[in-house]
């Protein structure tokens, strides 16, 4: 098996057509570790953003990681600091924003 850190970013995430912006996708055949996620605001006035875990496995639940959170101006937010995700084959990561001035990085490892 291999371990390989990755980065995915996406810039000036935002509401767009009503549906969240997919920053990640579980690849088949493949356990990825989410070790940090990083919401950067980068409007002069507060954003708010929800991130949303979509499982398509096990009891195939979509569910709030963070909802409606308020980003300050010119600030950055890091949601899962200390904390791990496992996503498993077509999970997704998925970010809403109330406009399109959030940048996202996430940060993970896939075993394969």
């Given at each position: 098996?291999?371990?390989?850190?990755?980065?995915?970013?996406?810039?000036?995430?935002?509401?767009?057509?009503?549906?969240?912006?997919?920053?990640?996708?579980?690849?088949?055949?493949?356990?990825t570790i989410v070790l940090a996620l990083l919401l950067a605001n980068k409007h002069s006035s507060a954003?708010?953003?929800?991130?949303?875990?979509?499982?398509?496995?096990?009891?195939?639940?979509?569910?709030?990681?963070?909802?409606?959170?308020?980003?300050?101006?010119?600030?950055?937010?890091?949601?899962?600091?200390?904390?791990?995700?496992?996503?498993?084959?077509?999970?997704?990561?998925?970010?809403?924003?109330?406009?399109?001035?959030?940048?996202?990085?996430?940060?993970?490892?896939?075993?394969?």
């Amino acid at each position: 098996m291999a371990n390989t850190f990755k980065v995915s970013t996406k810039s000036s995430v935002g509401v767009g057509s009503g549906s969240p912006s997919t920053i990640y996708t579980a690849p088949s055949s493949t356990t990825t570790i989410v070790l940090a996620l990083l919401l950067a605001n980068k409007h002069s006035s507060a954003v708010s953003a929800t991130v949303i875990l979509s499982s398509n496995t096990g009891t195939n639940a979509d569910v709030h990681i963070i909802k409606d959170v308020s980003i300050s101006q010119n600030c950055s937010l890091e949601i899962m600091a200390g904390q791990k995700y496992v996503l498993e084959t077509t999970d997704l990561i998925q970010v809403y924003a109330d406009n399109a001035n959030l940048d996202v990085t996430l940060s993970y490892m896939e075993i394969t």
